[in-house]
């Protein structure tokens, strides 16, 4: 496999780089001899700055060799490293590389670890082109790491029992993947979108939408989807469940926030609410899309639709927790991705973890 060494990446709010000797003081105090952070590691907690020092030396002349891959963590703005992501293992018959990472303890919990191991699968993907595989590993009872693995895109493969040791012993390993066909680009994801409503831009409802408003579509791997991503405190009389009532009292909520939605509705129709002492706060579909191919891959989609909380219930939390209840559904009737349609509310449905692929106006996709 043709390597590309290790180079300084770049991302929102982080720097990854090679380290120099002198960064053995920064990674001894932030995490090397912290027994906290090491736990779950398989190499011991450092006793001395002298050791992280020589172990430093080591890693720095591997870099003139061209195939280490060994990045220092640091936050923009201030140069000291606060934790590592490298490539640990490979293996040349499968083209995979197994990627191994660690935070200092006071910067866990801030998306720093999964914004630095998106970074490094991009660097590696799009510096190799003959390599197929990137995975990492967890032990079953360090779940936080494997949380850090599913922000990242991984997909869950599966738990080997017994199969590696850290500093705890023999533990069951959970394994973590993704491949490069996992990897979609806007102009599959803008075929997918026509392959779901053939001939889109030619309706007339599309064409009224006006030339300098765009709606965006967004979709969630549901893989990836964290139930505890929101959580708001509702009070007792608020539920959630079916509907099952009466037809004419979903289509009055309905009509009261978007009413040329009413005649979307019918009583075939899976429809979740919110309520408030039984009356109807909120309102979604459950979508089926089917399945479609993305990448010699089935994808079977849903998704929420039609999502709407009525005037009065507005600002409580309660449509948005609707729409994440509704996504755990979907996971567990083993859809592949949750589907957004046709929204402005993209921030609203990015804090349950849902991403924006594209953008349209009534023209076409907007580059």
């Known amino acids: 496999m043709n390597t590309i060494g290790t180079k300084t990446i770049e991302t929102e709010r982080l720097i990854l780089r090679r380290y120099t000797v002198d960064d053995a003081s920064d990674m001894y105090q932030n995490w090397a001899s912290d027994p906290e952070v090491t736990k779950f590691l398989s190499w011991p907690t450092h006793k001395s700055v002298e050791f992280t020092k020589e172990l430093l030396t080591k890693w720095v002349s591997f870099y003139d060799e061209g195939r280490t891959y060994n990045w220092g963590i640091t936050l923009k703005g201030d140069g000291h490293v606060i934790g590592n992501i490298a490539v640990v293992e490979r293996d040349e018959r499968t083209c995979s590389y197994e990627i191994g990472y660690c935070l200092g303890k006071k910067y866990w919990g801030r998306g720093i670890m999964p914004e630095a191991l998106r970074a490094v699968i991009k660097y590696l993907f799009e510096g190799e082109s003959d390599l197929n595989r990137i995975y990492a590993t967890h032990d079953l009872r360090n779940t936080k790491s494997g949380r850090v693995m599913q922000k990242a895109g991984m997909h869950f493969d599966g738990i080997l029992r017994g199969s590696k040791k850290n500093n705890l012993g ?78 004419e009292e979903l289509l009055k909520a309905v009509g009261e926030v978007i009413p040329h939605w009413v005649p979307l509705f019918s009583k075939e129709s899976r429809v979740y609410c919110g309520f408030v002492d039984g009356k109807i706060a909120s309102f979604c579909m459950i979508e089926n899309f089917g399945e479609h191919e993305v990448n010699g891959m089935k994808w079977k989609i849903g998704g929420p639709g039609c999502v709407g909380t009525v005037p009065a219930y507005r600002d409580r939390g309660i449509g948005l927790t609707m729409v994440r209840n509704v996504t755990q559904i979907l996971r567990e009737e083993l859809y592949d991705y949750s589907y957004i349609h046709y929204t402005y509310e993209t921030k609203w449905y990015g804090k349950l973890g849902y991403k924006t692929v594209f953008s349209w106006n009534r023209k076409g996709f907007v580059s």
Do not use: W
Request: proline share 5%.
């Open 170 to 247: 023999l533990h069951d390993t959970a394994y973590y993947s993704v491949l490069r066909n996992d990897r979609v680009t806007r102009e599959q994801y803008e075929k997918l979108f026509l392959d779901i409503h053939p001939g889109f831009f030619e309706r007339d409802y599309v064409k009224r939408v006006p030339e300098d408003e765009s709606a965006s579509e967004m979709f969630l791997r549901l893989q990836e989807f964290d139930p505890e991503c929101y959580q708001k405190d509702l009070p007792e009389n608020v539920t959630f469940g079916y509907y099952s009532g009466d037809f």
